[in-house]
Every structure is written in C-alpha cells, then in structure tokens.
C-alpha cells in the first residue's frame, strides 16, 4: 500500500514558483512529523524541510532557506512545500515523509515514505 502519495512536481523556469504536495493514504498521518527530501541524480538523498506535529515549528536546509515554506493542514492530512524564486540547483525528485514521533534532519530515521515527484528547473 502507497501511503504517502506527493504531487504537483513538473518543470519550471529558474526564478519560477512551484507547490508540491503530499496526501495520506490508507492511513492517517495527522498526528505525525512530516518532511520534505530530495535526490539528485548521483547524489545522496538530502533534507530539505520538516514541520513539527502541531506545526509549531519548522526546520529548512540553509540551501532553501527564506525561499521554501513548508505548512501542514492536519484536518486535510496534508502537508506542502511551497518552492519560489527556483534554481537549477533544487532540480531532484522530492519526496515527503512522516514520523509518529521526531521531526529531524536524518533521512534514516523518517517511518514512512512517498515514491517521489520530479521537479525540474530550467537555467
């Protein structure tokens, strides 16, 4: 069973705005931590933003820092990446993730995963 599906992925200039996002399925994940990863070709995957359980707090990588905003609707079960002013740089498959219980930078210690959605910046 898919229980993370993310969406919204697609092609875009440098200096455009994209939103992804990512809803439950199967199963709820209101309650949970939820991030944000992405891997570029032959590199490993890397963190990019996580929001805390209440959506009190929230954590971004300093390569997208004050460009990328992360929010979580938990009556929706949803939660979204909002990506402006991009860069050939943030090209990669993004994928999201929930933990019942930490919200973390380590992509090792995330319970549960989507399958992906591309995103491709244009230079």
């Known amino acids: 069973q898919v229980q993370l599906v993310e969406s919204g992925g697609g092609l875009v200039q440098a200096g455009g705005s994209l939103r992804l996002s990512c809803a439950a399925s199967?199963?709820?994940?209101?309650?949970?931590?939820k991030g944000w990863f992405r891997q570029a070709p032959g590199k490993e995957r890397e963190f990019v933003a996580a929001i805390s359980r209440s959506g009190g707090r929230t954590y971004y990588a300093d390569s997208v820092k004050g460009r990328f905003t992360i929010s979580r609707d938990n009556a929706k079960d949803t939660v979204s990446l909002q990506m402006n002013s991009l860069k050939a740089e943030d090209t990669a498959v993004y994928y999201c993730?929930?933990?019942?219980?930490?919200?973390?930078?380590?992509?090792?210690?995330?319970?549960?995963w989507g399958q992906g959605t591309q995103v491709t910046v244009s230079s």
């Open positions: 199967g199963r709820t994940f209101s309650s949970y931590a």
């Open positions: 993730a929930a933990d019942p219980k930490y919200t973390t930078s380590s992509s090792g210690w995330w319970h549960y």
